[in-house]
């Protein structure tokens, strides 16, 4: 299974700071580690929140750009890893294992996949699925 | 109900059994004994971490027990010597006792031997798949035999001989080098391909079971690939993986059965796996990218660049069939060759001719088998031509 790894914005990481060499050369040795195992598919960091932009909708579906920064820095993110595990089990071992510091917080989320879905669900869509298969293969 | 300690427990033996193994092996020399020391420190975790909790460093703490075991090992083996020893006294002085030897911190190179031991040319190559999954992906043997579809005895059975050929063979724990590394590494990439395309063509078995072998060999791949960075095959390996497994959740119907590449939604491929295998692939170009994987991955890569089935470059596919068939000179390349060329030129072009990859010595059998499709190749892209399963599955799977 798939699990996203975010990394949560620190007062550091919001102001735009990398971290110290050796901060580096410990994510470094960690990054290594993890390819060692074979378990990351992507992996970055994010600029901090005073570069980015939110996209608001309204109930008519209206939209409203914001600016970043935004307030709230530790629900922020401020970097993502996507792995391939064989359970959430895993990913918390595995994010056990990162060199953070200073009250850093990592969020682990499975990757929605068919067996999240019910049974009923997912016939439903396949059956649309299929619908809309067949109306390409007609060319409608 | 499995408590959270023993699912902790499962995971740190994921991340750790591979490496403990590996640095247990280089110590004690003996693959079948290092696993037997890293089985025990697995069982004194099941022990003692519900009571203890899990240690902050839980594979320096399996390491320690299984270090510890090791010693006793030696020592009662060394004392039972000494007794021997003290009978015959003209035999050599016994050797330094493990607790002196030094633990060294080349722990990525222990789990590249750890591979090139699990695929030793000294075992069958059913044996070879059984141990790197076990010694290397960290399965239980009941995962083995339920993923191969046999008993669990007959499982442990073919993983106890292959320990005790490798025993018996005195098998070096160590990394081939010079003409011998590209022969081994091919048999390692060789067992690997085995354990995905067990998952990925299988069509018996619980569906659970196959999927995972899948993602076993990619973990697997992505390991050599990081280990024996230099090797383009590795990286080709992974990309081949990769963009193939990125079709799985397309490739079966809602019926259970399989949905052909044609007719698959490619909607539903997984993007992210299709993004890192083609990464992966231009590494393997970077370094080479000449090798039978490497032009696999590269056929996987176009219908992978497709948007729809029409736009398939099936002329760039049939020029690639021609380089492997110049490599590998099988029979169903051939034919999957014949297949891409008919797709390209419409089913007249591949008749006279195999194409000048080919090798003459295949002409004779290529015509033949081009006289023998000749009524079943398709007359368009469009359509699917019904062959042998077995002949299609590499190109239209």
């Given at each position: 299974?798939?699990?996203?790894v975010?990394?949560?914005a620190?007062?550091r ?5 990398f ?6 050369a410990a994510?470094?040795?960690?990054g ?13 960091g ?11 909708f309204?109930?008519?579906g ?9 307030a709230?820095t ?7 890893s ?17 060199p ?13 996949d ?19 298969r ?7 | 109900m ?9 995971a ?15 110590i004690v020399?003996?693959?079948g ?10 069982v004194?975790a099941?022990e003692q ?7 902050d ?5 399996l390491?320690?027990?299984a ?5 006793d090992?030696?020592?009662r083996a ?10 015959c ?15 060294e ?12 031991i699990?695929c ?5 190559v059913?044996?070879r ?7 290397v992906?960290?399965l239980?043997?009941?995962e ?10 007959t499982?442990?059975?073919?993983i ?38 067990e ?14 072998l899948?993602?076993?060999a990619m973990?697997?791949?992505r390991m050599l690939?990081?280990?024996a ?7 080709a ?10 079709r ?5 119907g809602?019926?259970g059965e ?18 890192h ?10 370094i080479?990218?000449?090798g039978?994987?490497?032009?696999q991955?590269k ?8 948007p729809?089935a029409?736009?398939?470059?099936w002329?760039?596919?049939a ?15 051939e ?12 089913p ?25 499709l ?10 699917r031509?019904?062959m ?6 590499a190109?239209?799977?």
């Open positions: 299974m798939k699990v996203m975010l990394g949560k620190t007062e990481s919001e102001a735009g700071e971290g110290s060499a050796e901060e580096f994510m470094d040795r960690y290594q580690q993890l390819a060692e195992a074979g378990v990351v598919l992507a992996s970055d994010l600029q901090p929140s005073s570069k980015g932009k939110r996209v608001a309204d109930a008519d209206n939209t409203t750009v914001i600016d970043g920064p935004f709230e530790k629900e922020l993110v401020a970097g993502f996507i792995w391939e595990v064989a359970s959430m089990d895993e990913a918390v071992e595995w994010v056990k294992r990162a953070f510091r200073d009250g850093g917080v990592v969020e682990l989320r499975k990757v929605l068919a067996e999240d879905f019910s049974e009923s669900f997912a016939a439903e869509i396949s059956a649309a699925e299929d619908q809309l067949a109306d390409r293969a007609d060319g409608r | 499995v408590s959270a300690t023993q699912q902790a427990i499962e740190v033996w994921r991340i750790e059994s591979a490496r403990l193994i590996a640095g247990l092996a280089r020399r003996d693959v004994l290092a696993e037997d020391l890293a089985q025990d420190a697995l004194a099941l971490w519900p009571e203890s909790g899990v240690p460093v839980p594979g320096a703490w390491m320690a027990v270090r510890r075991r090791g010693v090992t030696i020592r060394v004392t039972l010597r000494s007794k021997v020893e003290l009978r006294r003209d035999l050599p002085e016994h050797e330094t006792p493990m607790d002196e030897i030094e633990f911190p080349h722990v990525e190179d222990d789990v590249l031997r750890l591979f090139f699990a030793h040319p000294v075992l069958s059913d044996a798949v059984a141990l790197t999954l076990k010694l992906a960290g239980s043997t009941e083995i035999a339920r993923a191969f579809l046999v008993h669990t005895t499982m442990a059975a073919r106890t001989r292959a320990k005790k050929a490798l025993t018996e063979a005195n098998v070096p724990f160590e990394v081939p080098v010079g003409e011998e590394l590209a022969d081994r590494l091919s048999s390692v990439l060789e067992a690997v391909y085995l354990v995905f395309n998952g990925y063509t299988a069509t018996a078995g619980e569906q659970w079971a196959r999927a995972e899948c993602q076993e973990r697997l791949g690939a990081t280990l960075a230099g090797e383009s095959e590795t990286h390996l992974v990309a081949l993986m990769e963009i193939q497994a990125s799985l959740r397309a490739r079966i809602s019926d399989i949905v052909t590449l044609d007719k698959q939604d490619r909607a539903r491929w997984d993007r992210l796996l299709i993004m295998g083609l990464a992966a692939l231009n590494r393997a170009e970077e080479g990218g000449t039978s994987y490497a032009i991955a056929i996987a890569a176009c219908h992978a660049g497709a729809r029409g736009d398939t470059d002329v760039r596919i020029s690639l069939y021609g380089d492997l068939v110049g490599l590998t000179r099988s029979p169903i390349v034919l999957n060759r014949a297949v891409a060329v008919s797709m390209a030129d419409g007249a072009a591949h008749i006279c001719s195999p194409g000048p990859a080919a090798p003459d010595q295949a002409c004779s059998t290529g015509s033949f088998r081009c006289r023998a000749r009524p079943t190749l398709p007359l368009s892209a469009r359509k031509p019904t042998p399963h077995s002949a299609h599955k190109l239209f799977w």
